[in-house]
């Protein structure tokens, strides 16, 4: 993502719903504690069993992924393949690893909302399949089953477009790879998207992906002959964030009274994040589905704030933090466990030579790169026409992992969600490991043929860090 300072309202975007695996809706409905028979004959007809309580669980929360041809290393499919790993699960599942999900509630950040698509095992889920895999892991019967779901994500409801890259895209080898992919929608007006999906070509090199908007279409002249250039962390050009999927998301669906401003002329630049993918040479060709409204009363633009490299003359920006030396800088030293970089915002009374419209925060999520462990984004309400009063934190990501990224939209009413006003600060603080034990920071070095921790600085590559909050915002428009 770009090096942003400020706040821009230009463009408008969707919530970075990088929404995970949720196939069904309820919780386990099915995983209840009685034993009530159903049971084969070698199983006790008490405790859980495979079939009525552990196979929900995977259908629900983590199948999208750990199955045939999806991003998973195995399949969560067959109760043989569950079993062969069940200490592996539990382990999972009780550190909260699996399935992916970084926000979460502590004793600092207690957001007033909670997140739609909650990926998260309920405790009862998480204490059923201990109890499962601590009680040798049975099968049960198999007429205990649920019946089996459809685990093609459903296309966009409503879609009235759909775009992909110019040619399909290799990637082969044992590194990660990021790649950006730029593509003309064709519009010959300004539209206002409301809903967008990513159907992935190859999913099992996909890992997620991010649209970005670039009105100016600079991005047409940094590809090549295949119609798409590298690119890490951000698109490379001047067009904000509009749209984010990771495997598993489902389709992103704003109400009909909200879109995302593109302007004419636009082109769409999609990068992908590619897991290494070994010897395969199978091509990926991920679409984009999206839909549209006319004239939305509100708009929504995604605000990367954040990533100040020094303090501002009001005091903004960023802060005195534990490591500085002469002045105040943005610098992890390397081998520093537990460094903290703090950064303040104070929300303007204009914008773009406007009065600041009153902004609804739709969501919250973070960024950093791979020395990043904990990031917290909270607002002080210093408006005194504020509904709140006093700090409000808006997410919260206290075991940072960049592989798995994405904005939490609040499960509430536009009325009922955080709000900001002139004079309301915002505070960005990261927390970073620059230390062997961070496994990313491991992974990150190996990457670039380094042996032991480097300081690091702001920047966009990958041995550099970022502080920024990822905020998707509702404003009425005019
Ligand atoms: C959004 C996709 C996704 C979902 C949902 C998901 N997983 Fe995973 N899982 C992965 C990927 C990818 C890996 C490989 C390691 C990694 O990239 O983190 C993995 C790895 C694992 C591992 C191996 C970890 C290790 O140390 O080798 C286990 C066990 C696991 N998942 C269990 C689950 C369970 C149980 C669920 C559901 C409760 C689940 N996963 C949901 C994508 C997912």
């Not at 409801?157 to 082969?172: A, D, H, I, N, Y």
């Not at 909200?258 to 082109?267: C, E, K």
Request: charged letters at 20%.
């Amino acid at each position: 993502m770009s090096l942003r300072t400020t706040v821009t309202l230009l463009l408008a975007t969707s919530t970075l719903a990088l929404a995970g695996c949720e196939q069904g809706s309820s919780t386990s409905g099915a995983g209840g504690q009685g034993g009530q028979g159903g049971s084969t004959t070698t199983e006790p007809s008490s405790g859980p069993t495979f079939h009525k309580d552990i196979e929900p669980i995977l259908q629900k929360s983590c199948q999208s992924c750990h199955s045939p041809g999806n991003i998973a290393p195995f399949a969560l499919m067959q109760y043989d393949e569950a079993k062969l790993v069940s200490t592996l699960i539990k382990e999972q599942v009780q550190a909260r690893t699996m399935p992916p999900w970084g926000a979460f509630e502590t004793n600092e950040c207690k957001p007033k909302h909670g997140f739609r698509d909650d990926l998260r095992l309920s405790q009862s889920d998480i204490d059923l399949i201990a109890a499962w895999h601590d009680a040798g892991s049975p099968e049960g019967n198999p007429a205990d089953a649920p019946p089996p779901i459809d685990l093609k994500g459903a296309d966009l409801p409503g879609k009235t477009l759909e775009v992909e890259p110019v040619k399909p895209f290799v990637s082969s080898g044992d590194q990660d790879q990021f790649r950006c992919f730029v593509m003309d929608p064709g519009f010959t007006k300004d539209m206002f998207m409301n809903g967008w999906h990513f159907v992935a070509g190859n999913s099992k090199v996909v890992h997620h992906a991010l649209l970005f908007v670039d009105p100016n279409a600079e991005s047409d002249a940094l590809a090549d002959e295949t119609g798409s250039y590298e690119c890490f962390g951000g698109s490379g050009v001047n067009g904000d964030l509009i749209g984010a999927w990771a495997p598993g998301g489902v389709p992103f669906e704003l109400a009909p009274n909200i879109g995302t401003r593109l302007p004419a002329g636009s082109r769409l630049v999609m990068q992908i994040h590619y897991h290494p993918a070994g010897t395969t040479h199978d091509p990926d060709s991920t679409r984009v589905q999206m839909r549209f409204t006319e004239s939305p009363e509100y708009q929504m633009a995604f605000v990367l704030l954040g990533n100040f490299p020094g303090l501002q003359p009001n005091g903004d920006g960023l802060q005195p933090g534990p490591n500085d030396k002469a002045k105040i800088e943005f610098r992890i030293p390397s081998n520093a466990s537990n460094h903290t970089e703090t950064m303040l915002f104070t929300l303007p009374s204009t914008i773009n030579g406007g009065p600041m419209p009153e902004l609804f925060v739709y969501g919250a999520g973070t960024h950093m790169h791979y020395v990043g462990r904990d990031m917290l984004v909270e607002v002080e309400h210093n408006n005194l026409q504020s509904p709140e009063k006093g700090k409000e934190c808006l997410v919260q990501t206290p075991d940072w992992n960049f592989a798995w990224q994405r904005a939490y939209a609040y499960d509430a009413a536009i009325n009922d969600l955080p709000r900001f006003l002139p004079g309301d600060v915002l505070k960005m603080r990261c927390t970073y490991d620059n230390t062997m034990n961070n496994p990313y920071v491991q992974k990150a070095l190996k990457d670039q043929n380094l042996q032991s921790p480097v300081d690091v600085y702001l920047g966009e590559s990958t041995l550099d860090e970022m502080c920024l909050a990822v905020l998707p915002l509702l404003y009425k428009s005019q």
